[in-house]
């Protein structure tokens, strides 16, 4: 089956700093990646969908210039948190769509956990 | 607008009780699919089952089954003879269009104990 990895799965970083985080389709090409972020004991909610080679798509209220998402290829897409503060920790949690496949398979990474201290 | 509700937050059962997680969505699509998802301790979500709106018949995969009911917009999951290890986060998630590999809208989640 399809694999999407992510790294790093846990990260602790001070406020004010940017963490990156990658999403890496393993076993195919991704034509487009979604990120959703998750707060604790709640639901995932989409922030924003990337394409191959184009501007990221964001959600109503999720500020583009503090998550910055590049996806740059076919099988690695990146989400930078600027600026971090301690309110942006969160689970973040990519999903990669198989554009091979007819059906269009979405295939979710196993998360990263955010604390900003 | 689309929307999933998973009315119950938390449910607690007795090993090898059977269990019913309860999912209605609104969608003002013709063509949508409907998943499961289950989220373990470790939050790595585990896909369970997708279903298109075309296709209403009864799911069984072992101890899980699958009840679509496009009349009552439903799409209820349940769990013969729970197990120590179903305890997760189940969610109900939506998404429209003929794909089913557009973003997806989850609902709020159950949350399944299951006591030994």
């Known amino acids: 089956g399809a694999v999407v990895s992510q790294h790093p799965s846990r990260v602790i970083c001070k406020s004010g700093t940017s963490v990156k985080i990658e999403c890496r389709s393993l076993?195919?090409?991704?034509?487009?990646m979604f990120w959703y972020r998750q707060f604790p004991k709640q639901s995932l909610m989409l922030m924003a969908t990337?394409?191959?080679?184009?501007?990221?798509?964001?959600e109503q209220g999720v500020e583009k210039d503090k998550f910055l998402i590049n996806h740059a290829s076919l099988t690695l897409s990146t989400l930078t948190v600027t600026s971090a503060h301690p309110e942006d920790s969160s689970f973040y949690i990519c999903?990669?769509?198989?554009?091979?496949?007819?059906?269009?398979?979405?295939?979710f990474g196993p998360g990263t956990r955010l604390t900003v201290t | 607008a689309q929307k999933v509700t998973q009315a119950q937050t938390e449910i607690s059962v007795v090993e090898k009780e059977d269990v019913t997680l309860d999912c209605v969505y609104e969608?003002?699509?013709?063509?949508?699919?409907l998943f499961w998802y289950k989220q373990p301790p470790s939050g790595e979500l585990v896909f369970l089952i997708r279903?298109?709106?075309?296709?209403?018949q009864n799911e069984i995969s072992g101890r899980y089954s699958w009840n679509f009911q496009k009349s009552t917009s439903s799409f209820n999951f349940t769990i013969t003879a729970s197990q120590v290890v179903d305890s997760a986060v189940y969610f109900c998630?939506?998404?429209?269009?003929?794909?089913?590999?557009?973003?997806?809208?989850f609902g709020t989640g159950t949350r399944l104990t299951v006591i030994p």
């Open positions: 279903r298109n709106s075309f296709d209403e």
């Open positions: 076993d195919f090409q991704a034509t487009t």
């Open positions: 998630a939506l998404s429209e269009g003929e794909t089913g590999a557009n973003n997806l809208f």
């Open positions: 999903s990669a769509r198989d554009g091979r496949r007819e059906t269009y398979e979405q295939y």
């Open positions: 969608t003002r699509d013709t063509t949508y699919y």
């Open positions: 990337s394409n191959e080679g184009s501007k990221a798509t964001y």
